[in-house]
């Protein structure tokens, strides 16, 4: 536990394995793993949920894919782009819940949730600046990061603006947000490479890489995942994964090494596979550990 510095909540507002994919499939293989199942509980706070975690020895299959005509798609080139929310422009973040799922438009300025299986999406919260970071929880709250303004911002299912969670100094730039089953809600701190862990009232519980107090693990703290059993932190600076809260001892690290030189997002599934998506090279990389 680190000491409380003052903030405010406004209410009412390892080994490397192979597999690559094209550019083309990053966005179908990122969908199918965030609506895969993780392991239940909650260990990285002391709480345990009913359930349990896939086999080991489950086999995987990967089945080729044909044509995909999506239900939301962007304009293709030399096309007028459309004047409705049937098409997406500019899709910069996506996550998901049971029944749901959350696409942040940069093009038409819009959080749009979306039913995958009706094929119906209805506009959200509109976004006045880039969203950093998207994540729901199970009652589809949904948590957003804007680093432009410096806050993260809660968002109830009907839409409504429900808290903001901010330092009144300015001395954070949230650029990834994550939640527990418990309610745990952990911001990547880009300026100060961090992670703060709040709790549902917008205090400061905890901090990880807090410079000043401890040794600060990480060189930069880009983007965050949650499992409902670990935290993973990418440093894409010192091309390196961080495991939080999932076993005893010091955090877990993956070292990508030259996987990937510009590694800008992660998710992991039940086979206990990290998947990295790398900039420079336009794949995403299956990590086992």
């Known amino acids: 536990m680190v000491a409380m510095k003052p903030w405010v909540r406004d209410a009412g507002r390892g080994a490397m394995t192979a597999a690559t994919f094209s550019r083309r499939s990053v966005a179908v293989v990122l969908t199918l793993l965030l609506f895969a199942s993780g392991c239940a509980g909650d260990p990285a706070t002391g709480l345990v949920a009913a359930g349990a975690c896939a086999r080991p020895d489950e086999a995987v299959t990967a089945t080729q894919l044909g044509s995909i005509r999506t239900f939301l798609e962007a304009s293709a080139p030399g ?21 749901a799922l959350f696409i942040a438009d940069g093009g038409l300025r819009r959080i749009l949730r979306v039913d995958p299986v009706r094929s119906t999406f209805t506009p959200l919260l509109p976004l006045k600046e880039r969203a950093a970071g998207l994540t729901v929880d199970r009652s589809q709250t949904l948590y957003v990061a804007f680093p432009g303004s410096r806050r993260v911002v809660q968002v109830a299912a009907n839409g409504q603006v429900t808290s903001i969670f901010q330092d009144p100094a300015g001395r954070f730039v949230p650029v990834d947000v994550a939640v527990s089953e418990a309610s745990r809600i952990f911001v990547a701190d880009g300026i100060n490479a961090r992670v703060l862990v709040l709790n549902r009232f917008g205090q400061v519980v905890d901090s990880i890489g807090e410079r000043g107090d401890r040794p600060n693990p990480f060189r930069s703290v880009d983007a965050l995942w949650f499992d409902g059993n670990e935290l993973y932190v990418l440093d894409a600076t010192a091309r390196r994964v961080f495991l939080f809260g999932g076993r005893d001892g010091p955090p877990g690290v993956i070292e990508l090494g030259d996987a990937a030189a510009l590694p800008m997002a992660i998710a992991s599934d039940r086979w206990q596979r990290v998947f990295v998506a790398d900039r420079a090279s336009g794949k995403v990389i299956a990590v086992s550990y």
């Open 79 to 99: 096309e007028a782009p459309a004047t409705t929310f049937g098409s997406l422009m500019r899709p910069q973040q996506i996550a998901t819940a049971p029944g």
